[in-house]
């Protein structure tokens, strides 16, 4: 729903159509590349893009949800430096999370998701409020 809501952000900005799903094809890409889950190792100017980024926040939210619980150490080296190469004992959720780099709580990044949807909406409104009615086909 957050994508949704920058859709109609960059709907209402742009009101071209064939210009507006340009647009909306390069930043989509842009933040679904930064989000976190194709790339991890960013350029450390272009890291800050993954905080605008919704897949950032749900991608985030899902890994300490189904990380939730203690993760045993199977030897298979995914978790080495947690596990020290063990196939016996556990990793806790909290190892876990901070080994995949996960950023906030699950309620923290729901919540951004939740300004992600209303703010754009905001910014829509305004967009479409400030055409001059011959421009918005009235």
């Given at each position: 729903?957050?994508?949704?809501?920058?859709?109609l952000?960059?709907?209402?900005?742009?009101?071209?159509?064939?210009?507006?799903?340009?647009?909306?094809?390069?930043?989509?890409?842009?933040?679904?590349?930064?989000?976190?889950?194709?790339?991890?190792?960013?350029?450390?100017?272009?890291?800050?893009?993954?905080?605008?980024?919704?897949?950032?926040?749900?991608?985030?939210a899902?890994?300490?949800?189904?990380?939730?619980?203690?993760?045993?150490?199977?030897?298979?080296?995914?978790?080495?430096?947690?596990?020290?190469?063990?196939?016996?004992g556990?990793?806790?959720?909290?190892?876990?999370?901070?080994?995949?780099?996960?950023?906030?709580?699950?309620?923290?990044?729901?919540?951004?998701?939740?300004?992600?949807?209303?703010?754009?909406?905001?910014g829509?409104?305004?967009?479409?409020?400030?055409?001059?009615?011959?421009?918005r086909?009235?």
């Amino acid at each position: 729903m957050a994508g949704e809501s920058l859709g109609l952000l960059v709907g209402a900005s742009v009101m071209d159509f064939d210009k507006a799903m340009t647009v909306m094809v390069v930043v989509s890409l842009a933040l679904l590349l930064v989000g976190g889950f194709f790339v991890e190792n960013m350029p450390s100017f272009i890291k800050w893009v993954k905080y605008l980024s919704p897949f950032k926040y749900s991608f985030d939210a899902s890994q300490q949800m189904v990380f939730d619980r203690d993760v045993p150490c199977d030897g298979s080296g995914v978790l080495e430096l947690i596990c020290g190469g063990n196939s016996e004992g556990f990793a806790t959720s909290e190892q876990v999370n901070e080994f995949l780099g996960v950023q906030g709580s699950i309620g923290f990044n729901i919540g951004i998701l939740i300004l992600m949807f209303i703010l754009p909406r905001y910014g829509a409104y305004w967009f479409l409020n400030r055409k001059k009615g011959g421009e918005r086909g009235t």
